[in-house]
């Protein structure tokens, strides 16, 4: 029913108009919407922008959890080996001082390089300026950023603070030290963001060198 034959032909039956209504419904080939205001102009468009979308990216990959140049995974790995390569790594103390703010101890790792920084100084006055800096920054019972320093060796730093010179506080900063590499740094190789970059599988443990020096 609803067909005709015109000039030798079938036809469904439908007007001209409801024809083209028809034909306008018809899915683009670049669109699987059948959107009559869909233009092959949008829809490619729409094509392209989902091609060139940036690829998601492993929210725990270590290009993601490190800026800058990457450490080969070597590398990395060898920081749950020795406490000391991990001091000596850039990104290593970058990822080890990220570890002790979220423990709320940074401090710890800031004195241990501004005592660094100190010891490449060779100017007197600015050797003066940074040794103030650094004791009202760390070793004064005022600030907020205190270390935490034995009465013996806070008595030396005292005493080395009349005339300071870039080993003023070689005592200090050896005691920081080797509170991180005992207390701190245990912690952080087994911690999970540690693992994630160096590709430990969960449930693995990584034990650190105690016979790391101590600068």
Do not use: H
Request: charge should be negative; charged fraction near 25%.
């Amino acid at each position: 029913m609803g067909t005709t034959t015109t000039g030798g032909g079938l036809t469904d039956g439908s007007t001209p108009l409801q024809r083209q209504q028809q034909q306008s419904q018809k899915p683009c080939c670049f669109c699987w919407c059948c959107c009559c205001s869909c233009s092959w102009a949008k829809c490619l468009a729409l094509k392209n922008a989902e091609d060139n979308a940036p690829t998601k990216r492993d929210p725990g990959s270590s290009d993601l959890l490190l800026e800058g140049e990457q450490p080969s995974l070597e590398e990395i790995r060898s920081w749950g080996n020795s406490f000391e390569k991990l001091m000596k790594s850039t990104s290593g103390r970058k990822v080890f001082r990220d570890f002790l703010r979220s423990e709320f101890s940074e401090e710890n790792i800031l004195f241990w390089l501004a005592c660094e920084d100190l010891k490449k100084e060779m100017n007197a006055d600015a050797i003066e300026e940074k040794a103030r800096l650094i004791y009202e920054d760390y070793i004064s019972i005022l600030s907020p950023r205190e270390v935490s320093l034995d009465a013996r060796v806070r008595d030396i730093v005292n005493k080395n603070m009349v005339e300071p010179t870039p080993n003023t506080f070689d005592e200090a900063q050896i005691q920081i030290y080797t509170l991180m590499l005992r207390d701190s740094y245990p912690r952080f190789i087994n911690s999970p963001k540690y693992k994630t970059l160096a590709q430990i599988q969960d449930g693995m443990s990584t034990s650190g060198s105690a016979a790391d020096s101590p600068t």
